[in-house]
């Protein structure tokens, strides 16, 4: 059945190189933990993906319930997460993920360090790896703020005088990222929310499409 | 391979089944709470309301009257207060009748004696009903007004929040 209607489809559109393109290649012995054991450390990228996924699902999940408003928020995530079917998981998820997601891309990172993956030819997929590395902590930060509760507002406090520490323009990111000059209240939680589900994502996507592609191209790094 | 034996599973397939298998388990295991939380107001239910006092029995008259009355309305984390109306007269049986604004044929509100004298009317597609509030053959409403539950104590009416669509005759 399934195949009947994959026929169908490839017959007329000649799908399959496209996915062959992009699926269908062979592991190389050296990154195959079932030939050397040690070679479970070339995981720690495909699961830093993982969890990214998890944390797309899981957020895009959250938003059918939370509200970025001081008034409610607070009272939105408690609801989803005490009243809502299955909340204590989804918004468990997101939660324990954000934390995961920033070990897994360390690992990640050592590993491409200790092993100079990042020499030529790779060096421009090294700094998109550090870009995606500081798009994830955004998203850490930004997201901190969204329950709203005490630690969220401190926490917000805290990181937005760090950002006016900067020397000269410190005041200004500080202003632009808070919406206000002294107050972290309504407008800082609404800009936080859109940089946190809108931008952050939108650039995360593009950056891991360009290290998905560099891979492609360029294939993993050769055995030690 | 062999293809000695036609119904051997290869181990090609062999794997590619348990790969497909267990690879699909995990995945459904991390989508269906996600299902769960999307899908929970259809696990929610209707919750019912508590009696609310609106008028007493002796300003009942034949001529429809709006009553306004406040109820609580717990909307997911927001709780407020929101005011429904209902039209309350006595019927020609002489019985009490509490009928709910909202039209039958899809859900505006109607109001008494706006366009014809002694008739509800709905402004969106022009439905009529009649002083019983009986939806006049002709127009958009497929049915009666709905009515409240209502109780009368001490004098005193009392509507829940609820309405019923009007049994029969
Ligand atoms: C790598 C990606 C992401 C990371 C690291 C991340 C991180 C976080 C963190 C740390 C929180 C606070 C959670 C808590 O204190 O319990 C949070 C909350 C939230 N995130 Fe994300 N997030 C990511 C992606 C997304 C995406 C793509 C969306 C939506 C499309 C999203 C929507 C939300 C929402 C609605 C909340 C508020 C609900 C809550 O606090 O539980 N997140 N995020
Ligand atoms: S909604 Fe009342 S006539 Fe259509």
């Keep these: 059945m399934l195949n009947k209607i994959y026929d169908w489809i490839d017959e007329r559109l000649d799908v399959t190189p496209i996915w062959r393109d992009i699926a269908d290649h062979e592991v190389p012995e050296h990154v195959n933990p079932a030939h050397h054991f040690s070679a479970f450390v070339y995981c720690f990228g495909g699961l830093t993906f993982f969890v990214v996924v998890i944390q797309i699902l899981s957020g895009m999940f959250l938003t059918m319930y939370y509200v970025p408003d001081i008034e409610n928020a607070w009272e939105s995530v408690r609801y989803l997460q005490t009243e809502v079917a299955h909340g204590q998981i989804v918004r468990g998820m997101h939660h324990w993920g954000a934390s995961v997601v920033i070990v897994m891309i360390f690992l990640h990172t050592l590993r491409v360090f200790f092993q100079g993956a990042y020499k030529k030819p790779r060096e421009l997929n090294w700094v998109v790896g550090v870009l995606l590395f500081f ?16 630690k969220a507002f401190f926490a917000t406090q805290v990181g937005l005088e760090i950002a006016e520490s900067v020397p000269f323009i410190g005041t200004e990111i500080k202003t632009l990222l808070a919406g206000d000059p002294t107050i972290v209240g309504a407008q800082t939680l609404t800009r936080f929310f859109a940089i946190h589900v ?8 593009g950056l891991l499409a360009a290290h998905f592609i560099m891979i492609r191209r360029q294939g993993i790094s050769g055995p030690l | 391979m062999s293809n000695k034996k036609n119904n051997q599973v290869s181990r090609r397939q062999f794997l590619n089944y348990t790969l497909t298998g267990v690879g699909g388990f ?10 769960g ?3 929970d107001p259809l696990l ?3 919750k019912s309301g508590d009696f609310v006092y609106v008028l007493d029995v002796d300003e009942i008259t034949e001529t429809p009257q709006k009553v306004s009355f406040q109820v609580d309305q717990t909307d997911g984390w927001y709780e407020s207060k929101v005011e429904k109306n209902a039209f309350v007269f006595y019927d020609s049986n002489g019985d009490i009748l509490a009928l709910s ?7 505006c509100t109607v109001d008494w004696a706006t366009e014809k004298e002694d008739e509800f009317f709905c402004p969106c597609h022009d439905g009529r009903y009649n ?3 009986e939806n006049i053959a002709g127009t958009p409403p497929t049915e009666p007004l709905h009515e409240y539950t209502f109780k009368v104590e001490e004098g005193k009416l009392y509507l829940s929040p609820e309405t019923h669509a009007r049994g029969g005759a």
């Design chain 2, 44 to 46: 929610k239910g209707e």
């Design chain 2, 131 to 133: 002083a019983e509030g």
């Design chain 2, 26 to 35: 995990m995945g459904a295991a991390l989508i269906a709470p996600m299902v």
């Design chain 1, 135 to 150: 798009v994830i902590l955004g998203l850490g930060f930004t997201g901190y703020l969204l329950p709203w509760d005490n």
């Design chain 2, 101 to 107: 604004p909202v039209c039958t044929h899809l859900g």
């Design chain 2, 37 to 39: 939380f999307a899908v």
């Design chain 1, 198 to 205: 809108f931008f952050l994502p939108a650039v995360l996507f």
